[in-house]
């Protein structure tokens, strides 16, 4: 799992709208990624559209915004289509990426364990460092909190 100063781990994932994003191929720009657990659940959606409504801004920063799930890549493109998401969703299937920042976590609800994705945000600089981690991320006022981050610089 990185800190804040590390080297973000590299990675190469598909992407909706086609293609594969790897990590080292966007330095020179800030990136900001977001881990959620599932496709088209209530939490997830909502973050999804607030990233989604805010992408101007953070394209205005200089500042590349991905979704990160283990969702395959056609549950990411239904769910794209259907609430009109303008930011890219990478489908991290086998996990790795999910592992490598420690987002898959032990997770209980309604008195079950279970494996899933802490939801958790990743700012890294173009330098290709991590400079803030949001870890459990509760949706409301997020966004807004990492656009500001941003602008603290």
Known sequence: MPDVNDLAPDF????????????????????VLFFYPRDD??????????FSDAHHAFSDAGTAVFGISKDSLSSHDKFA????LGVPLLSDENGQTCEDYGVWKEK?????????IERTTVLIDPDGQVSHIWRKVKVPG????????????
Do not use: N, W
């Open 142 to 153: 997020h966004v807004d909190e990492v656009l500001a981050t941003l602008k603290q610089g």
């Open 108 to 116: 209980k609800m309604y008195g079950k364990t279970f494996m899933g």
């Open 12 to 31: 190469a994932l598909p992407c909706t709208g086609g293609g594969t994003i790897r990590l080292s191929e966007l330095r020179g720009q800030t990136v």
């Open 81 to 84: 289509a259907k609430h009109g």
């Open 41 to 50: 659940t209530p939490g997830c959606t909502k973050e999804s559209i607030g």
